[in-house]
Antibody, heavy 119, light 109 residues
Framework: QVHLVQSGAEVKEPGASVRVSCKASGYIFTDCYVHWVRQAPGQGLEWMGWINPNSGATNYARKFQGRVTMTRDTSISTAYMGLGRLKSDDTAIYYC????????????WGQGALVTVSS | QSVLTQPPSASGTPGRRVTISCSGSSSNVGSNTAYWYQQLPGTAPKLLIFNNDQRPSGVPDRFSGSKSGTSASLAIRGLQSEDEADYYCATWDDSLNGVVFGGGTKLTV
């Protein structure tokens, strides 16, 4: 059974950085892409990008380029999403998710991690 | 503004049928398969439909999906109170080179 377990809630000040982790189990970590999707309070879903855990290649949404970094550690089947220069409107639940094709097709989701940006 | 257009709300009475539309363009729905997700309050999205009309195991056959041209639809028959949730469509966009979502439809039963 596929599981994506994310790190806990974070509170950050404006201008700071945050890193969220996503530990995968139940499948071969390097076989599928890990996506990051966020949801601001009361809003819809917003795709941030994906990482190919096998090669380390990334594909970031234009909006986040220069501010987001997606990495992975294959030895512990864990993906990471770092977001810098945080602003108050980055307050959101950040989800990791899995697809087994390059062109999306998200099938499984993590439980989400709330990131609050506040002074 | 979302790339895919969904009605913000939909409603139906228990036992009846409701459909939710998802309108896109030739670079997304028109050339890639559509996915639908159900999000219950306070929970992560859950896959409902993949590849336009396929149901994962465990999803009741009351839920069905279809696609025609640049639009996709989700139909729910035999509405139940537990179907009250937000529903999102999604697909790949070849021009944006990324996943795009609809703005979500809040279903009231």
């Amino acid at each position: 059974q596929v599981h994506l377990v994310q790190s806990g809630a974070e509170v950050k000040e404006p201008g700071a950085s945050v890193r969220v982790s996503c530990k995968a189990s139940g499948y071969i970590f390097t076989d599928c892409y890990v996506h990051w999707v966020r949801q601001a309070p009361g809003q819809g879903l917003e795709w941030m990008g994906w990482i190919n855990p096998n090669s380390g290649a990334t594909n970031y949404a234009r909006k986040f380029q220069g501010r987001v970094t997606m990495t992975r550690d294959t030895s512990i089947s864990t993906a990471y999403m770092g977001l810098g220069r945080l602003k108050s409107d980055d307050t959101a639940i950040y989800y990791c998710a899995r697809s087994c094709s390059r062109r999306g097709g998200i099938v499984h989701w993590g439980q989400g991690a709330l990131v609050t940006v506040s002074s | 503004q979302s790339v895919l257009t969904q009605p913000p709300s939909a409603s139906g009475t228990p036992g009846r049928r409701v459909t939710i539309s998802c309108s896109g363009s030739s670079s997304n729905v028109g050339s890639n398969t559509a996915y639908w997700y159900q999000q219950l309050p306070g929970t992560a999205p859950k896959l409902l439909i993949f590849n336009n009309d396929q149901r994962p195991s465990g999803v009741p056959d009351r839920f069905s999906g279809s696609k025609s041209g640049t639009s996709a639809s989700l139909a729910i028959r035999g509405l139940q109170s537990e179907d009250e949730a937000d529903y999102y469509c999604a697909t790949w966009d070849d021009s944006l080179n990324g996943v795009v979502f609809g703005g979500g439809t809040k279903l009231t039963v």
